[in-house]
Structure formats: structure tokens, C-alpha cells
């Protein structure tokens, strides 16, 4: 059982995203309206080029809507500037990208330090050392980025995201690189931090278990959303964990 609330964690208001073109604009999203209650487990499906990932951006705050709101713990995203958008994320929210972004001079133990560094926790690496032998490499913590390969690279990733107990997880394709049984060992680790202190999670996946297991599934469809429960859930009707489109 996840530690899901009726307080809605994530709300989007008609929110949109486009890009200029010579002779017009692409759309994105168009018109997406959720809620999300904290605790949920929600997998976000699609097609690529669907919007999946720029939807985790809109939620995180690193890009900004060209239309509508995001509003993620009772705050419109809309209102901070870049050094509140930052102390946003660095507090509450750990994101997992495709292309992992570590720093390649750094080490897999102070890749997976750094957001603990950055808020001055004193015990950030051993909070570090901890994370990556949750994730299987605590044989590799003095190995660099170039040292790793792809599937330990995204476990370091991991970690680095997971380091601090995020209230909101973000994760675009956190399996993808991973053998069957390190993919298993993150999911459990995800659920487990999950039913720990009641994380949020917004995953994209085209994981067919993941999602699964997950409360709710998104499936983006030409830049717009359709909600179901995922395969083994019952269908939710709390209207707090209500999707319109």
C-alpha cells in the first residue's frame, strides 16, 4: 500500500508548451489539467516526441509553461525566480534524467553527494555512501563517471536523486539502462522510499512492470493527457486524484 493523502502534492492548470517556428509553433502539451495526490506512484506513458519528458521539466521548473500553471506542494511555480525555482528543487524534489548528468570529474560517491553538499549537510557523504550501496555500487564509490558503464552511471544518477528523501521523485526512464535485476532492485528501492516518508513519485517509463505496480498511469497522446489506473489498481475516484483534459 502507498502512503497516498487526499492533499493534492502536484497541480497543473491548463498547461501548455510551445515552441516557435519560422511559420508557426509546435505544440507540445495543450491544455493538461492534474492532480496528484501526495504519495502517488504515477507512470507516465507515450509515444516518443509525445511530451513526456517536457512535462517532467515543467513539473520540476526547469522549463517554464507558455501557458497555464504548475503549482507542486501549494506553491505556483509561476512565482519563484531562478534562485527560488533552485532552492525548490534542491529541498524538496530529486530528478532522474536519461542522460544522467554527472560531473565527470567527480567521483560516484561526491556525484551522489552533491546535493547534501550543496545544502552544507555535514554528513553528506556518509548519507552517500549509504545511497549507493542501496543501489548496488558500493564496490565503485572512488570510480569516475568515464570509469562506470551506462547502466552504473545511471545508478549513481539515482542515488545522487534519491540522496536527500525527496517529497517529489521525477524520473525519465530511471530502468532504462539497467539489467533485469538491477531494474528490479530500483524499483523496489523507489517503492520503498515511496512507503518510507511518503515520497511522490512521477516516472516515465516504457517499463510495462513499472508501471504496473504503479497507482495511476498518464499516457500523453499528441500532446495531451488520458488517465487510467494502472493494470492491477482499482479505478480511483477521490476527486482529489482527478485528471481532466
Not at 508548451?17 to 508557426?24: D, E, F, I, Q, T
Not at 525548490?88 to 547534501?116: C, E, T, W, Y
Not at 548519507?127 to 562506470?148: D, K
Not at 517499463?207 to 498511469?217: G, K, P, W
Request: charged residues 20%; glycine residues 8%.
Amino acid at each position: 500500500m502507498t502512503a497516498t493523502t487526499s492533499k493534492p502534492f502536484i497541480e497543473t492548470h491548463q498547461l501548455g508548451m510551445s515552441y516557435p517556428l519560422a511559420h508557426g509553433r509546435v505544440d507540445v502539451l495543450r491544455d493538461v489539467n492534474i492532480t496528484i495526490a501526495a504519495g502517488t506512484r504515477v507512470a507516465i506513458a507515450g509515444p516518443s516526441g509525445s511530451g513526456k519528458t517536457s512535462l517532467l521539466l515543467l513539473l520540476s521548473g526547469l522549463e517554464r509553461p507558455t501557458e497555464g500553471r504548475v503549482v507542486v506542494d501549494g506553491v505556483d511555480l509561476g512565482t519563484l525566480d531562478a534562485d527560488g525555482l533552485a532552492d525548490m528543487r534542491r529541498s524538496k524534489v530529486g530528478i532522474v534524467f536519461q542522460s544522467f548528468h554527472l560531473l565527470p570529474s567527480l567521483s560516484a560517491l561526491d556525484n551522489a553527494a552533491l546535493p547534501l553538499q550543496m545544502a552544507g549537510r555535514r554528513e553528506a557523504r556518509t548519507l552517500a555512501t549509504a545511497m549507493l550501496q542501496r543501489v548496488g555500487l558500493g564496490g565503485r564509490l572512488g570510480h569516475r563517471p568515464s570509469q562506470l558503464s551506462g547502466g552504473e552511471q545511471q545508478r549513481v544518477a539515482i542515488a545522487r536523486a534519491l540522496v536527500h528523501r525527496p517529497s517529489l521523485l521525477l524520473a525519465d526512464e530511471p530502468t532504462g539502462n539497467l539489467d533485469d535485476h538491477t531494474a528490479e532492485s530500483v524499483r523496489e528501492l523507489l517503492f520503498e522510499l515511496n512507503r518510507e516518508i511518503g515520497t511522490t513519485l512521477v516516472l516515465v517509463t516504457h517499463d510495462l512492470e513499472f508501471a504496473a505496480r504503479c497507482d495511476r498511469v498518464l499516457r500523453l497522446h499528441d500532446g495531451q493527457l488520458h488517465d487510467t489506473p494502472a493494470a492491477n489498481k482499482p479505478a480511483n475516484t477521490d476527486a482529489t486524484d482527478a485528471l481532466s483534459v
